[in-house]
Nanobody
Framework: QVQLVESGGGLVQPGGSLRLSCAASGSGFSDSTKNWYRQAPGEERELVASITGTFPPYYDHSVKGRFIISRDIAKNTVYLQMNSLKPEDTAVYYC?????????WGQGTQVTVSS
C-alpha cells in the first residue's frame, strides 16, 4: 500500500510559478513510476509528466519546456515545478505512482492561474 499527499497548489498570476509536492508513505516508492496528472472542469484527466528510473522524463506537449518533474527518493517525494503558468493550466493536479502494476492516487491539489 502507498499513501500519497499532495501540497503546493494555489492561486497564481499568469507567468508565475508553483511547485507541487507529493509525499509518499508505504513501500515500493523508490522503484515506482511517478506521474503527475491534471483534470480541468469538464475535461478528462490527462497525464502531464512522468518519471521512471533512469529514463528521460516524459512531458505532455502542452507543458514541455515549462514544467519539470523530479523526485527525492530519500524523502519519498516527487515534485512538479511549474513555470510560465498559463490560465489553461488551471486544474486539479493529482500525484500518481504505479507499484507492482497497481496505481495509487493522491487527493489532488487545486492550481488556479488567473489575474
Amino acid at each position: 500500500q502507498v499513501q500519497l499527499v499532495e501540497s503546493g497548489g494555489g492561486l497564481v498570476q499568469p507567468g508565475g510559478s508553483l511547485r507541487l509536492s507529493c509525499a509518499a508513505s508505504g513501500s515500493g516508492f523508490s522503484d515506482s513510476t511517478k506521474n503527475w496528472y491534471r483534470q480541468a472542469p469538464g475535461e478528462e484527466r490527462e497525464l502531464v509528466a512522468s518519471i521512471t528510473g533512469t529514463f528521460p522524463p516524459y512531458y505532455d506537449h502542452s507543458v514541455k519546456g515549462r514544467f519539470i518533474i523530479s523526485r527525492d527518493i530519500a524523502k519519498n517525494t516527487v515534485y512538479l515545478q511549474m513555470n510560465s503558468l498559463k490560465p489553461e493550466d488551471t486544474a486539479v493536479y493529482y500525484c500518481n505512482v504505479v507499484v507492482g502494476g497497481v496505481m495509487y492516487w493522491g487527493q489532488g491539489t487545486q492550481v488556479t492561474v488567473s489575474s
